[in-house]
């Protein structure tokens, strides 16, 4: 009998933890922040890696902030393909897909000349195919990864994606700091 309540006890906090790690990577998504709806266009973009922020602005105001994950390792400047980074410095949206892998996305004009050039002169492949998107298409919508799990792209909820699209055109300015 004593082993019975051993082996349910053991059976017990096995599913505890199995719960406990489902949240770390599995969170609900937080809702669309309070507010009026956007109207108009952004008319720049500041991400803060540091802060694991996004903040969009139209007439010199921020008007909303979103929390964002980044590339999988998220300190310092992107260099390389596969590393893992976010590039940083000042970028413009230069591309819009509503067909992608992930909820909608906005792509980022990275790699620039200068990081073309460092990478050719040091033999490698600057990477490419930055974007500001959001969850995987292949999860349920209302979800979120946890921590930072991107190749390098900046990634938010899909109802933030959906909100941010609707008020981005191509041309706007994006400026990633440290």
């Not at 890696?49 to 903040?55: D, G, I, N, S």
Request: glycine share 10%; net charge positive; with cysteine.
């Amino acid at each position: 009998m004593k082993w019975l309540a051993r082996f349910f006890s053991a059976l017990i906090l096995l599913s505890l933890m199995a719960l406990g790690l489902a949240a770390l990577y599995l969170r609900p998504a937080p809702m669309v922040p309070a507010g009026s709806p956007l109207s108009g266009t952004v008319e720049r973009i500041v991400v803060e890696k540091a802060a694991r922020r996004l903040v969009l602005y139209q007439n010199g105001t921020a008007v909303r902030e979103y929390r964002i994950a980044l590339g999988f390792q998220p300190q310092g400047t992107k260099l390389r393909q596969g590393d893992g980074r976010t590039p940083e410095g000042m970028y413009r949206i230069n591309r819009r897909n509503a067909a992608s892998a992930y909820h909608l996305s906005l792509g980022i004009d990275y790699p620039r000349p200068s990081d073309s050039a460092r990478a050719r002169a040091g033999g490698y492949d600057p990477g490419g195919d930055i974007m500001i998107h959001g969850q995987p298409n292949s999860l349920p919508d209302g979800t979120r990864l946890a921590g930072d799990w991107t190749a390098g792209c900046i990634a938010l909820t899909n109802a933030e994606m959906r909100e941010i699209w609707a008020v981005t055109p191509t041309g706007t300015p994006v400026e990633v700091r440290p």
